[in-house]
C-alpha cells in the first residue's frame, strides 16, 4: 500500500468518524428521527444546510404503525428523491369503501384523480422510515441515535439544547431548533406553546394480521357496526392493518381479540377468518393542535403540532408535508434566497392545513362512534345519499388525497435570489463561500 492510499484511507476514516461525533453548533438542530425529522433532513441535505438529526431510540421503528401514504404527500416527496422507491415497495390501491357490516354505503374511486399518484399507497411506517433512512445514507448523512434532548433554552443569538449521549450531557447551539419529537414534544413545552385539544373516550386497537378477508385485498375498508369501528387495509406483503374502536383495550391485543372484533363488525354473509398475528398494540388519540407553529427560533412539526383520529389516514401524511415545506423555508433563509421574516409562511400555510385535517378526521370518528340506532339510521341514510352524488364524492376523495389542500403545501416564489456571504479566514482563503 503507497503512502497516498494509507494517507486516503485515514482521512476517510477520521471523516466518518467526525461525521458520528454530535457537533457543539449547527445551523439546525432537529429533534425526533420519525418520518417527519427524516423527511425534513433529507430536504436540508439537498439544501445543502449543515444540521443535525438526533433520536432518543437506538434504533428506527420496527412495527408498522401508519399504513398509508396518500397522493398530496407523494407529489411533496419527489422532490426529495424517495418517491419512486416509496412506489416499488408498496401497495397501489384505488378503492376506499365505507360500510355498515354487509352493505356498502359510500365507495371512492381514487384513481380518476387529478395526479400523478391516483391511489392510496399501502405501506407500513417501518418501511417507510427504511426508505428515508437510505436516502439519508446516501447524502453523506447520519441519524445520530440514543440521543436524548433534555432542555431546549433560546436567546437572542440562537437555541441551545442540552442533550444525553452514552450518559454524559453536551451541548448543541443552533440557529434553528425543530421538534418532530411527537406528541408529548419536549420543544413544544421548552417553547411553551399551548396544545388545544382533548383525548376521545374511546381507545383503538392496532394490528398487522394474516385473514381470510371477504371483502378482499382492492380497497381500504371503513366498517361501521353497533360495536363500534373497524378498518381494515391491505399491506403490500399480503397481510392487513386492523384498527378498531375499543372501550378499554387489552395491552397486548391477541388472535381472538382480533377475531371477536371482526365477528362483531366485520361482513356477516361470510366469515372473517384470522389466520396469524403478526404484531398488536394499544393506543389512545387525541384530537390537539398547537396555538403556534413557531416562537423565534424554534418550529415545530408533525404530532408535535397536530394530532388527531386515524380515520381517514392523516397523521403521518400531514407531518411529511409539514416537513418538506418547512425544509424549503430553512433552507432558502439560511442560503439567503428568502429574508428571515418569510419563516412565518410556514404557520400560515400549515396551520389551516392541520386544522382542515383535524375536523375532517374528527367528523369521521363522529360518525363512527355513533352508538344510537337512531344515530347510525342517520348516517348510514346520509352516507348513501352522498354515495349517488358524484360532484360530492369526488369532493371528498380529493380532502382524504390531500389534494384539495395542495395550495397549502405550496411555497410562493422566492421574494429574491440567493445572496452568498463570503467570510475571512482559512475558508474564504480558499475560495470557498459559505451562506449565512
Same mark, same amino acid.
Request: hydrophobic share 45%; aromatic share 4%.
Given at each position: $500500500?503507497?503512502?497516498?492510499?494509507?494517507?486516503?484511507?485515514?482521512?476517510?476514516?477520521?471523516?466518518? /468518524?467526525?461525521?458520528?461525533?454530535?457537533?457543539?453548533?449547527?445551523?439546525?438542530?432537529?429533534?425526533?428521527?420519525?418520518?417527519?425529522?427524516?423527511?425534513?433532513?433529507?430536504?436540508?441535505?439537498?439544501?445543502?444546510?449543515?444540521?443535525?438529526?438526533? *433520536?432518543?431510540?437506538?434504533?428506527?421503528?420496527?412495527?408498522?404503525?401508519?399504513?398509508?401514504?396518500?397522493?398530496?404527500?407523494?407529489?411533496?416527496?419527489?422532490?426529495?428523491?424517495?418517491?419512486?422507491?416509496?412506489?416499488?415497495?408498496?401497495?397501489? +390501491?384505488?378503492?376506499?369503501?365505507?360500510? *355498515?357490516?354487509?352493505?356498502? %354505503? +359510500?365507495?371512492?374511486?381514487?384513481?380518476?384523480?387529478?395526479?400523478?399518484?391516483?391511489?392510496?399507497? $399501502?405501506?407500513?411506517?417501518?418501511?417507510?422510515?427504511?426508505?428515508?433512512?437510505?436516502?439519508?445514507? @446516501?447524502?453523506?448523512?447520519?441519524?445520530?441515535?440514543?440521543?436524548?434532548?433534555?432542555?431546549?433554552?433560546?436567546?437572542?443569538?440562537?437555541?441551545?439544547?442540552?442533550?444525553?449521549?452514552?450518559?454524559?450531557?453536551?451541548?448543541?447551539?443552533?440557529? #434553528?431548533?425543530?421538534?418532530?419529537?411527537?406528541?408529548?414534544?419536549?420543544?413544544?413545552?421548552?417553547?411553551?406553546?399551548?396544545?388545544?385539544?382533548?383525548?376521545? *373516550?374511546?381507545?383503538?386497537?392496532?394490528? *398487522?394480521?394474516?385473514?381470510? /378477508?371477504?371483502?378482499?385485498?382492492?380497497?381500504?375498508?371503513? %366498517?361501521? @357496526?353497533?360495536?363500534?369501528?373497524?378498518?381494515?387495509?391491505?399491506?403490500?406483503?399480503?397481510? #392487513?392493518?386492523?384498527?378498531?374502536?375499543?372501550?378499554?383495550?387489552?395491552?397486548?391485543?391477541?388472535?381472538?381479540?382480533?377475531?371477536?372484533?371482526?365477528?362483531?363488525?366485520?361482513?356477516?354473509?361470510?366469515?372473517?377468518?384470522?389466520?396469524?398475528?403478526?404484531?398488536?398494540?394499544?393506543?389512545?388519540?387525541?384530537?390537539?393542535?398547537?396555538?403556534?407553529?413557531?416562537?423565534?427560533?424554534?418550529?415545530?412539526?408533525?404530532?408535535? @403540532?397536530?394530532?388527531?383520529?386515524?380515520?381517514?389516514?392523516?397523521?403521518?401524511?400531514?407531518?411529511?408535508?409539514?416537513?418538506? $415545506?418547512?425544509?424549503?423555508?430553512?433552507?432558502?433563509?439560511?442560503?439567503?434566497?428568502?429574508?428571515?421574516?418569510?419563516?412565518? %409562511?410556514?404557520?400560515?400555510?400549515?396551520?389551516?392545513?392541520?386544522?382542515?385535517?383535524?375536523?375532517?378526521?374528527?367528523?369521521?370518528?363522529?360518525?363512527?362512534?355513533?352508538?344510537?340506532?337512531?344515530?347510525?339510521? %342517520?348516517?348510514?341514510?346520509? +352516507?348513501?345519499?352522498?354515495?349517488?352524488?358524484?360532484?360530492?364524492?369526488?369532493?371528498?376523495?380529493?380532502?382524504?388525497?390531500?389534494?384539495?389542500?395542495?395550495?397549502?403545501?405550496?411555497?410562493?416564489?422566492?421574494?429574491?435570489?440567493?445572496?452568498?456571504?463570503?467570510?475571512?479566514?482559512?475558508?474564504?482563503?480558499?475560495? $470557498?463561500?459559505?451562506?449565512?
Amino acid at each position: $500500500m503507497t503512502n497516498a492510499t494509507a494517507s486516503a484511507r485515514k482521512s476517510t476514516c477520521v471523516d466518518k /468518524w467526525r461525521k458520528k461525533m454530535l457537533p457543539e453548533t449547527t445551523k439546525v438542530l432537529i429533534i425526533g428521527a420519525g418520518p417527519t425529522g427524516m423527511a425534513l433532513s433529507i430536504a436540508l441535505h439537498q439544501a445543502g444546510v449543515d444540521h443535525v438529526l438526533i *433520536d432518543r431510540l437506538a434504533h428506527g421503528l420496527q412495527s408498522s404503525r401508519a399504513g398509508v401514504i396518500h397522493a398530496q404527500t407523494l407529489e411533496s416527496l419527489e422532490p426529495l428523491g424517495v418517491t419512486g422507491r416509496l412506489t416499488e415497495l408498496a401497495l397501489k +390501491l384505488e378503492n376506499f369503501a365505507i360500510r *355498515d357490516r354487509n352493505r356498502a %354505503l +359510500l365507495k371512492l374511486d381514487f384513481g380518476k384523480l387529478p395526479t400523478k399518484h391516483p391511489y392510496l399507497l $399501502m405501506l407500513p411506517q417501518n418501511l417507510t422510515e427504511q426508505v428515508f433512512a437510505e436516502r439519508i445514507a @446516501a447524502l453523506g448523512g447520519v441519524i445520530h441515535r440514543s440521543v436524548e434532548a433534555r432542555t431546549v433554552v433560546q436567546d437572542v443569538d440562537g437555541a441551545h439544547v442540552t442533550v444525553v449521549e452514552n450518559g454524559r450531557e453536551k451541548l448543541i447551539s443552533a440557529r #434553528y431548533v425543530v421538534g418532530a419529537d411527537g406528541m408529548n414534544s419536549l420543544a413544544r413545552k421548552s417553547a411553551g406553546i399551548e396544545f388545544d385539544g382533548a383525548a376521545y *373516550d374511546a381507545s383503538f386497537v392496532l394490528a *398487522d394480521v394474516r385473514l381470510d /378477508w371477504p371483502v378482499g385485498a382492492t380497497e381500504v375498508s371503513l %366498517l361501521f @357496526a353497533s360495536a363500534g369501528l373497524v378498518v381494515v387495509a391491505p399491506l403490500p406483503d399480503g397481510s #392487513y392493518r386492523v384498527v378498531a374502536t375499543v372501550d378499554d383495550a387489552p395491552e397486548k391485543p391477541d388472535v381472538a381479540d382480533i377475531q371477536a372484533l371482526l365477528d362483531s363488525r366485520g361482513p356477516t354473509k361470510e366469515r372473517t377468518r384470522v389466520i396469524d398475528l403478526m404484531w398488536s398494540s394499544r393506543f389512545r388519540v387525541h384530537h390537539r393542535l398547537v396555538r403556534a407553529y413557531r416562537k423565534d427560533r424554534l418550529f415545530l412539526m408533525g404530532d408535535a @403540532a397536530h394530532v388527531h383520529s386515524p380515520a381517514g389516514g392523516q397523521g403521518m401524511n400531514t407531518g411529511i408535508i409539514d416537513a418538506v $415545506m418547512l425544509g424549503q423555508l430553512l433552507g432558502d433563509v439560511v442560503n439567503g434566497v428568502r429574508p428571515e421574516a418569510e419563516l412565518d %409562511l410556514y404557520e400560515k400555510l400549515r396551520r389551516p392545513a392541520a386544522q382542515e385535517v383535524l375536523e375532517l378526521a374528527g367528523r369521521m370518528t363522529e360518525m363512527a362512534l355513533a352508538r344510537s340506532p337512531v344515530k347510525r339510521f %342517520l348516517r348510514n341514510l346520509a +352516507l348513501s345519499v352522498l354515495n349517488l352524488n358524484p360532484f360530492l364524492k369526488r369532493r371528498l376523495a380529493l380532502k382524504l388525497s390531500g389534494l384539495s389542500r395542495a395550495p397549502l403545501a405550496r411555497l410562493p416564489v422566492p421574494s429574491r435570489q440567493p445572496v452568498p456571504v463570503t467570510r475571512t479566514g482559512p475558508v474564504a482563503k480558499q475560495g $470557498m463561500k459559505l451562506a449565512a
